[in-house]
């Protein structure tokens, strides 16, 4: 199948590009670069560099490459960022997701694979979190993300779009030739591995008194490839119908056990300053992922935490200086 890619040179988009050229898959990427890095797009990629606020230009990438499914990562995604910026948010995700869906639907695609995200979900009523949980965003991120969910709710009535939303959890890890490399860095895995390359002196860790069994927070972390695997199961899928998944691993890990699991990995001492809790973390966010594990059969492969890290751990050591190595 021949697949535009939006958002391919970015962290998990470049490598569903990947895993979709390993299975066989024609994919063209579309991305402006930036926040994505153009070394990051698979060489067997077509890379078009060009802008979702500009239809002009989807149009061309649609007319001249005919895609027959379209898989949408790019987007701003900072949730702190969001709440001091909200227009770039509301605004920009939104209206550049309705340039995309509006070319889609003009040049009769009928698959969509959207990005979406877990900050629907804030402070949750019951842990694991699955597709039935109450959809209360938790910052202008995810309020975006939640309408483009109803947007495409809408044109698979009003236009036969068959559509994938598939919320993450924390995306960690890496390829062999692809990890994660944003300026600025905010993921914890990353920036715990800056302390151990020496980029960084300590790790700090906000909040020590959460109700959870060392008292830091609690996250679900994914592997990139899982995801990835995830798109194309949904791909195939969407031949038959549309379809919704919370996307995480299941169990989850604290920041100390994080720490301690990177110590294990790289062998450096990682030291760490403990800080207030920050406004808006909540206490525990896990998947509750049952649902594409019955029906797509979807399994993670990277089922822990230190296979997690130790895969982003070899592709920091192999690019140290990121992509710009």
Same mark, same amino acid.
């Given at each position: 199948?021949?697949?535009?890619?939006?958002?391919? /040179?970015?962290?998990?988009?470049?490598?569903? $590009?990947?895993?979709?050229?390993?299975?066989?898959?024609?994919?063209?990427?579309?991305?402006n670069?930036?926040?994505?890095?153009?070394?990051?797009? #698979?060489?067997?990629?077509?890379? +078009?560099?060009?802008?979702?606020?500009? &239809?002009?230009?989807? *149009?061309?990438?649609?007319?001249?490459?005919? &895609?027959?499914? $379209?898989?949408?990562?790019?987007?701003?995604?900072?949730?702190?960022?969001?709440?001091?910026?909200?227009?770039?948010?509301?605004?920009?995700?939104?209206?550049?997701?309705?340039n995309?869906?509006?070319?889609?639907?003009? #040049?009769?695609?009928?698959?969509?694979?959207?990005?979406?995200?877990?900050?629907?979900?804030?402070?949750?009523?019951?842990?694991?979190?699955?597709?039935? /949980?109450?959809?209360? &965003?938790?910052?202008?991120?995810?309020?975006?993300?939640?309408?483009?969910?109803?947007?495409?709710?809408?044109?698979?009535?009003?236009?036969?779009?068959?559509?994938?939303?598939? !919320?993450?959890?924390?995306?960690a890890?890496? =390829?062999?030739?692809?990890?994660?490399?944003?300026h600025?860095? =905010?993921?914890?895995?990353?920036?715990?591995?800056?302390?151990?390359?020496?980029? !960084?002196?300590?790790?700090? +860790?906000?909040? =020590?008194?959460?109700? =959870?069994?060392?008292?830091?927070?609690?996250? @679900?972390?994914?592997?990139?490839? @899982?995801?990835?695997?995830?798109?194309?199961?949904a791909?195939?899928?969407? @031949?038959? !119908?549309?379809?919704?998944?919370?996307?995480?691993?299941?169990?989850?890990?604290?920041?100390?056990?994080?720490v301690?699991?990177? !110590? *294990?990995?790289?062998?450096?001492?990682?030291?760490?300053?403990?800080?207030?809790?920050?406004?808006?973390?909540?206490?525990?966010l896990?998947?509750?992922? @049952?649902?594409?594990?019955?029906?797509?059969?979807?399994?993670?492969?990277?089922?822990?935490?230190?296979?997690?890290?130790?895969?982003?751990?070899?592709?920091?050591?192999?690019?140290?200086?990121?992509?710009?190595?």
């Open positions: 199948m021949k697949v535009l890619v939006t958002g391919g /040179a970015g962290y998990v988009g470049s490598v569903a $590009v990947e895993e979709l050229i390993r299975a066989g898959h024609d994919v063209v990427v579309f991305d670069l930036s926040q994505g890095h153009r070394a990051a797009v #698979h060489p067997q990629a077509k890379l +078009v560099v060009g802008d979702l606020a500009k &239809p002009e230009e989807i *149009a061309a990438v649609f007319a001249a490459h005919s &895609p027959e499914a $379209v898989m949408h990562f790019a987007a701003r995604s900072l949730v702190g960022e969001s709440m001091q910026k909200p227009f770039l948010y509301l605004g920009e995700n939104v209206v550049n997701a309705l995309l869906l509006k070319a889609t639907v003009e #040049h009769g695609v009928k698959r969509f694979i959207f990005s979406s995200t877990a900050n629907l979900f804030d402070n949750p009523e019951k842990i694991p979190i699955d597709e039935t /949980a109450q959809i209360i &965003p938790g910052s202008p991120y995810g309020e975006s993300k939640f309408i483009i969910e109803r947007m495409l709710h809408w044109l698979e009535k009003t236009h036969g779009l068959r559509f994938a939303c598939l !919320r993450y959890f924390n995306a890890g890496a =390829t062999a030739e692809r990890g994660e490399d944003h600025p860095e =905010t993921h914890l895995i990353p920036l715990v591995l800056q302390v151990a390359l020496g980029k !960084r002196d300590k790790i700090t +860790v906000f909040g =020590t008194d959460y109700p =959870t069994p060392d008292g830091t927070c609690v996250r @679900d972390y994914i592997h990139v490839v @899982d995801l990835a695997q995830a798109h194309i199961l791909l195939q899928e969407l @031949d038959r !119908r549309s379809c919704i998944y919370n996307l995480g691993n299941g169990s989850g890990f604290s920041v100390k056990q994080v301690e699991a990177a !110590r *294990a990995i790289t062998g450096h001492s990682i030291p760490v300053e403990y800080g207030p809790r920050r406004p808006g973390d909540v206490a525990t896990v998947a509750g992922s @049952d649902k594409i594990r019955r029906e797509l059969g979807w399994k993670p492969v990277y089922a822990d935490v230190h296979s997690i890290i130790e895969s982003a751990w070899n592709w920091h050591r192999k690019f140290p200086k990121g992509y710009s190595d």
